[in-house]
Each structure stands twice: as structure tokens, then as C-alpha cells.
């Protein structure tokens, strides 16, 4: 049984990109952490065979799905479908931090 602390993957890297570490993984699950500077923004990212869980730890984010956008305060979470284009931004004055969850695990 592995267990990790979340907070050992709390990095932020000022002027560069957000930082991403893989959490947990399985054959069946896949998790990490991504850590947003203010303003920082997500590359736009999405597997065709996965669902993913977006859930906001800290700060808030604009999510955007496909050509929708919500924004996630802390403890709020959304699922994107499979196949689906996401973009995350933050939308706080202090860092944030997002829990990504997929099942499948994504393609390499």
C-alpha cells in the first residue's frame, strides 16, 4: 500500500510553468497534483479513453471543458468525460492546487 503526502508535491515555480507531479498510480487509476501560480495556465490537456476528476484543494481555477468555462472555489470538483479538452487557469490571488484523478490511467 503506497501512501503520499499531498503536501510533499506543493511546489510553485514563479515565471514558469505549472508545476505537475504524479501522485498515486495503478493499472486501473491515475492521480497528480498541479500547483498554480496566480495567473499561471494549464496547456490543454485530455485522453479520449479516460474520465478525469478535477477537484480544487487550494485557491480557486476557471476550468474550461471543451468551449464551457466554470470556475472551481476550494473543495469544489467537476468531472470531464472522456475525449473531453481541458484547460485550467488560476482565478485567485494566492497559488492553487488541483487533484486530478483519471480512470483508465491516460495514454502515454
Known sequence: MDIRDV?????FEPGRRPYRSTLLESDHLWSEIICLETNQETET???????A??????GEVVIWMNRSSKRLKQW?????PAGTE???KSASTEPSVVLVVT???PAS
Open 76 to 80: 469544489h470538483s467537476v468531472v470531464a
Open 45 to 51: 490537456m485530455g485522453d479520449p479513453d479516460s474520465d
Open 7 to 11: 503536501t510533499d508535491l506543493v511546489r
Open 86 to 88: 481541458v484547460t485550467l
Open 103 to 105: 480512470a483508465p490511467p
Open 53 to 58: 476528476l478535477f477537484t480544487t484543494l487550494a
